[in-house]
């Protein structure tokens, strides 16, 4: 019902969204002309004329940025559900919504500069193009949201509703209705199976009748949609009605408390011809998670190189100062139990794991993880790029392969698994990572509860701009190696 309607109007937001894209690059080219003509900056490369001819011939040297600012831009906003239940939030937050995209897009397109190598490319356009878009963006949602208003106000689109049950979620359903208005959802009359509830009124609406009733006031009044809000006990008394609704050519929709979840949100959908009820206690579409995917790899590759001279003087500096291997390797749990290999530079001495039972008296941590400041085991330069979390780089690597991600959980070992309570298990729901929110609020020094506790708060909030926020905080905590050891 609403999200269908949501969908169109999302396609078509979508679709105009795109077009004043692309205005504002056509925009951005005469805007940085004269800006540059007025602060007498020297002309960007590509630049022959403040013409449509001038800007083609850009465009077209600047084929890649061409092509990558429609889908760019409209991925973005995805990303930030800048096109789902737009119809409830309220303006400010479309312009967060706008504001946050507009961030992320300088990374992006930073990124797909260093990685194509557009060195002609004008910064300064960018900038330009980056602002222009986001005014715009905002203008032109501020336009459509005024206008949908203004059709529902005058009775455009108007949808008849016949609510089936009075109960407490009844009544909140029928208060969201009324709270949201500008939906276009009329309610024209409440329906309860018991019979001296005939004539009341609940929340401002006239009890009609009993569901025996609903074919007869479906001849007497305009009705668009049957909604059942009604205790799941109320199955069996629905099969007629539905039935005579479907008759008649009236849509129908059910809203049933089946279970009493939490955290799981439902979602319906098909295998097959099998209609199925999925309970998801993590939140993404397709979209945000192959972004995280890709940013994960573009990212990790980008820190590989600029990091390469720190990874070649570690490697140098653990081999002369102890004998054996340069990288320690160790088996990890990774999403929902799964095990891989996880990488790290050697800042222990050999045979450090057999040392381990010794030493265990002296665990300073709660719970089941194992962390010593002052672990005898480790060697000077150990000491330094732990400080520094220098000793997580190759991990890296772990991150290319898919195995984890760059923000995310960390991975625990299977035996502090084994340990967990089973509300501390539901952290393994996620691709483990190299930082969260535990490594940016003190590391050692937040008790375990706590920890597992945040990695949780990070997985049911989790967003791209959560994610951002972490690698922001991460650059600091490495930096000035707070709470490391």
């Given amino acids: 019902m609403v999200k269908e309607k949501e969908a169109l109007i999302a396609n078509i937001m979508k679709t105009i969204d795109a ?20 602060v007498d900056f ?23 940025l061409t092509m ?8 973005l906003l995805n990303l930030f559900k800048a096109y789902k239940d737009f119809r ?3 303006f400010v ?3 967060k ?16 500069f260093f990685i194509m190598q557009m060195k002609l490319t004008s910064r300064l356009y960018m900038i330009v193009f980056i602002i222009t878009s986001a005014l715009l ?3 032109e949602k501020r336009i459509i949201t005024v206008l949908l208003n203004k059709m529902h106000e005058h009775g455009f689109n108007q949808i008849n509703l016949l609510v089936v049950g009075t109960g407490r979620r009844a009544q909140k359903f029928i208060r969201v209705l009324k709270e949201h208005s500008n939906w276009g959802l009329q309610i024209v009359g409440l329906i309860d199976d018991e019979h001296d509830m005939f004539g009341k009124e609940i929340e401002g609406y006239r009890v009609l009748g009993r569901i025996q009733d609903i074919p007869f006031i479906m001849h007497r009044k305009v009705i668009d949609r049957v909604i059942f809000v009604v205790p799941r006990l109320w199955l ?34 098909l295998f097959d011809e099998f209609p199925l009820l999925e309970f998801e206690t993590f939140h993404a579409n397709e979209w945000q998670l192959f972004f995280k995917r890709t940013f994960d790899i573009l990212l990790s590759l980008m820190f590989l190189v600029l990091l390469s001279p720190v990874l070649i003087f570690t490697m140098i500096a653990i081999k002369l100062e102890s004998k054996g291997p340069i990288f320690f390797s160790q088996i990890r749990s990774g999403v929902n139990g799964r095990k891989f290999k996880l990488y790290k530079f050697r800042s222990m001495i050999v045979g450090a794991e057999m040392k381990k039972k010794h030493l265990e008296k002296m665990n300073e941590m709660d719970g089941p993880v194992f962390k010593i400041k002052y672990d005898p085991r480790i060697t000077r330069v150990g000491r330094l790029i732990r400080k520094f979390s220098i000793d997580e780089l190759p991990q890296l690597f772990n991150v290319l392969k898919g195995d984890m991600s760059i923000v995310g959980p960390r991975p625990p070992l299977p035996v502090e698994v084994d340990m967990y309570e089973l509300w501390q298990r539901r952290r393994l729901s996620l691709k483990p990572g190299l930082t969260c929110i535990w490594q940016v609020s003190g590391r050692n020094n937040v008790n375990f509860e706590r920890w597992m506790e945040m990695d949780l708060e990070y997985i049911d909030n989790w967003s791209t701009w959560l994610d951002l926020k972490i690698l922001f905080k991460t650059f600091f905590v490495v930096l000035f190696g707070y709470g490391a050891s």
Wanted: hydrophobic fraction near 55%; charged fraction near 15%.
């Fill in 19 to 38: 077009v004043v894209i692309i205005l504002s690059f056509i925009a951005s080219y005469f805007i940085d002309y004269f800006v540059r003509e007025i």
């Fill in 42 to 64: 020297q002309y960007m490369a590509y630049a022959i004329a403040p013409t449509l001819e001038g800007f083609l011939f850009f465009a077209r040297k600047n084929f890649t």
């Fill in 68 to 75: 990558a600012i429609i889908p760019t831009w409209l991925i």
């Fill in 88 to 90: 409830m939030r309220p």
């Fill in 93 to 95: 937050m479309e312009l």
């Fill in 97 to 112: 919504i706008v504001i946050k995209a507009s961030l992320l897009s300088v990374l992006v397109f930073g990124s797909i």
């Fill in 137 to 139: 963006l905002i203008i």
């Fill in 236 to 269: 069996h008394r629905l099969d007629d009605v539905i039935l005579a609704c479907e008759r008649e050519g009236i849509a129908t929709s059910i809203s049933m408390d089946l279970y009493d979840l939490r955290i799981a949100q439902i979602r319906q959908t």
